[in-house]
């Protein structure tokens, strides 16, 4: 399969690779960064290799597409974006992005997951776009409605992190009513 690369007016997004590391590290061990995901932050540097060696064959594999969020022209990796368990059959898939602190507020996370948006339903060619997020959440909350995404559901307790319960909001977008 060819490398993957979207590109938007101020990064590409493209595969992660092992020199990714530091960087990626640096991000999602962030407390802030990851204060509303079902996960710790990483507490080492080979959380950030372990995640960029299973994200490599991601290319190949039809459930999942992990690709870097590298701010142009710098190539500084700012974030990850993705495409998970993804059912060819029922032609939907899950969306869900992470960027560095030091970016949000900048319009970026919307930027870069229009381009996957894009992607998804034209070139995957799928239907359903579905994003899990928690309901304090409410930066992510205002990105999905700009993006187009409805509430559709809310689930209590989904989630235990670190011994605390999460909450989950479940966006949907239908492909036709993007196109429109």
């Known amino acids: 399969m060819a490398v993957l690369e979207l590109t938007t007016q101020r990064c590409v997004l493209r595969p992660l690779t092992l020199s990714d590391a530091g ?4 991000i999602f061990s962030d407390p802030d960064v990851m204060r509303y995901w079902d996960s710790s932050p990483w507490q080492s540097i ?3 290799n372990d995640y960029i060696q299973a994200s490599k064959p991601s290319l190949d594999e039809p459930e999942k597409l992990v690709l870097g969020i590298y701010e142009q022209p710098e190539q500084r990796l700012l974030g990850k974006c993705m495409l998970f368990n993804i059912d060819q059959d029922s032609r939907r898939a899950e ?3 992470g960027i560095s602190k030091a970016h949000w507020g900048r319009g970026l996370v919307q930027e870069v997951a229009s381009a996957l948006i894009q992607f998804a339903f034209q070139e995957m060619q799928l239907n359903r776009l579905e994003v899990e997020i928690d309901p304090d959440n409410t930066g ?3 990105v999905l409605t700009k993006l187009g995404f409805s509430q559709e559901g809310y689930l209590a307790e989904r989630w235990i992190v670190d011994g605390k319960m999460s909450d989950s909001a479940i966006y949907g977008l239908l492909a036709r009513k ?3």
């Open 23 to 26: 960087a990626l590290f640096d």
């Open 46 to 48: 080979e959380e950030a």
């Open 95 to 97: 969306l869900g992005f």
């Open 140 to 142: 992510s909350a205002k």
């Open 178 to 180: 993007w196109r429109a």
